[in-house]
């Protein structure tokens, strides 16, 4: 009876088990590698940021309310005509100027002082206590309001039309701790034949201006525009210029003609 031999294993070759165990393992091995690999390269690759929000739209522009509902609401004399395109810019501005010549359509002295420099109510006051005031106010039929910007605020000028001659008055305004003063603008009593075109604030100014500059380089005389008739002479009984019948308040014309004085002498 033959024997059957049976193959021999090599001591190096693994079982079966084992080697679908190792393929097993390093397929995995490569799988988790494989793995790795991506996350590596995900993390590596550069941040996208979101663009920065726009800026925010700039604020509206202020709304300025019109003069015919100021008029209504400040309860402004009809008398008092201002043009929607000759007002000034801001609601403040204009309120002050309707407040400040509604003071002389209703003669309110009172009202008109406390809109004015220190200067120009002192002499008001001396008006006022003559009857200048009263005078130059009363019977007041219509004033005819022009406002013009300038480097310094801006300028209100008024064609007062009443039984008394035709006046024209000229304020510069500017704005001192939050309240709006008008400081009287010099003029002499013909400035009204000086006044041409639809601007009669710079013509104004550069009438006088000009008058000035004239005048400047004179060696021993001084060119003198007094703002009013008070100005001229306080000791008038009714508030005006001497021998004058036509009391002028502060800001306009009728102050008198330039007068030339000549300096007082240089001490040694």
């Known amino acids: 009876m033959t024997s059957q031999r049976l193959p021999m294993r090599r001591k190096s070759d ?3 088990m084992l080697r679908s165990a190792v393929w097993g393992a390093c397929g995995a091995a490569i799988l988790l590698l494989g793995a790795c690999g991506d996350e590596e390269v995900q993390q590596a690759a550069p941040v996208v940021r979101a663009p920065p929000p726009p800026p925010p739209p700039p604020p509206p522009e202020p709304t300025v309310e019109d003069i015919a509902s100021l008029m209504k609401s400040l309860s402004i004399d009809e008398r008092v005509s201002l043009p929607e395109d000759l007002a000034p810019k801001t609601t403040e501005e204009r309120k002050a100027v309707l407040l400040f010549w509604n003071a002389f359509a209703k003669g309110d002295e009172a009202a008109a002082g406390g809109m004015m420099s220190e200067r120009d109510a002192k002499v008001l006051k001396k008006l006022t206590e003559g009857g200048g005031w ?14 013009k910007n300038d480097s310094n605020g801006f300028a209100t000028f008024a064609l007062i039309t009443s039984e008394l001659p035709d006046r024209a008055l000229l304020w510069d305004a500017s704005e001192e701790d939050g309240k709006i003063l008008f400081t009287s603008f010099p003029g002499p009593p013909d400035i009204l034949d000086h006044l041409s075109g639809t601007d009669s604030i710079a013509a104004w100014k550069k009438y006088v201006n000009d008058m000035f500059e004239k005048y400047a380089n004179l060696p021993d005389e001084e060119v003198e525009i007094p703002q009013s008739k008070t100005e001229e002479s306080e000791e008038s009984s009714d508030g005006g210029s001497g021998g004058g019948n036509t009391p002028t308040p502060p800001g306009g014309t009728g102050g008198g003609a330039l007068k030339k004085q000549k300096r007082p002498p240089i001490p040694d």
Do not use: H, N, R, W
């Open 14 to 16: 693994p079982s079966p």
């Open 134 to 147: 009263a005078k130059s106010t009363v019977g007041i039929k219509s004033i005819e309001v022009q406002c």
